[in-house]
């Protein structure tokens, strides 16, 4: 089984510019998770999907970040513009919903953002 | 508002069981306790989770005290590719979004 795949795996940009980083879950997970995580802390949950429509987007930057999941299936996430207190690793997860399921999540091996 | 408390770091030798706690005082009656692993470099992976009784599987055996407010989670033989951040996390029954702690920072020494 295919696991949680991102791109791209690094990136390095200037402040202000703008980024974005995309998600494609396990095959049939309903509920898909952006994760940030900066050097030394735990991540942090930025935005969580349950197919295309947004559950819990409390943590997100809505300034600055925005993510959209098309079609209940791949997701992006987006900075624009970029500070250098967004330079994390950003971590997508997915999850199948259902009764009797551990309710496991699956993360993605990460990007790393760079903002200089 | 962290829901649980654990240690910031431990060693732990090759070969020997590695015992880590978690500290949930707080803990509600549908709560998990759920308990994850991140090596460098990599997206955190699921352990174990446990609500009221003890649970083991091929990776861990997870031990949760009789009142719930503690836990305990044991590599039975810890090897080098065991060192990494461990989180304990507690998690609403139907909720499946997880908040993380700083966790704790497990090196294994051979």
């Known amino acids: 089984e295919a696991g949680v795949a991102q791109s791209p795996r690094y990136k390095i940009i200037e402040k202000r510019q703008s980024v974005a980083f995309w998600c494609n879950p396990i095959?049939?997970?309903?509920?898909l998770y952006w994760y940030q995580q900066i050097l030394g802390q735990g991540p942090k949950l930025l935005i969580q999907?349950?197919?295309?429509?947004?559950?819990?987007d409390s943590q997100l930057p809505k300034d600055r970040f925005s993510a959209e999941r098309l079609k209940g299936v791949d997701s992006t996430l987006k900075i624009q513009p970029a500070k250098l207190e967004d330079s994390a690793v950003y971590l997508c997860a997915s999850s199948l919903k259902a009764q009797g399921n551990t309710g496991e999540l699956f993360f993605g091996e990460g990007s790393r953002l760079t903002v200089l | 508002d962290a829901k649980t408390t654990q240690p910031t770091s431990m060693d732990c030798a090759e070969g020997r069981a590695a015992n880590l706690p978690c500290n949930h005082s707080t803990i509600s009656g549908n709560e998990y306790v759920y308990w994850y692993r991140q090596i460098h470099s990599q997206g955190p992976q699921y352990i174990i989770h446990g609500l009221k009784n003890n649970e083991t599987n091929e990776m861990a055996s997870l031990i949760i005290t009789e009142d719930r407010k503690s836990s305990t989670l044991i590599l039975p033989h810890a090897t080098l590719r065991d060192t990494a951040v461990y989180y304990c996390?507690?998690?609403?029954?139907?909720?499946?979004?997880?908040?993380f702690g700083a966790g704790t920072t497990v090196t294994v020494r051979a």
């Open positions: 095959s049939g997970h309903a509920t």
């Open positions: 999907f349950q197919n295309n429509g947004v559950v819990d």
């Open positions: 996390i507690v998690r609403v029954v139907n909720d499946y979004k997880l908040s």
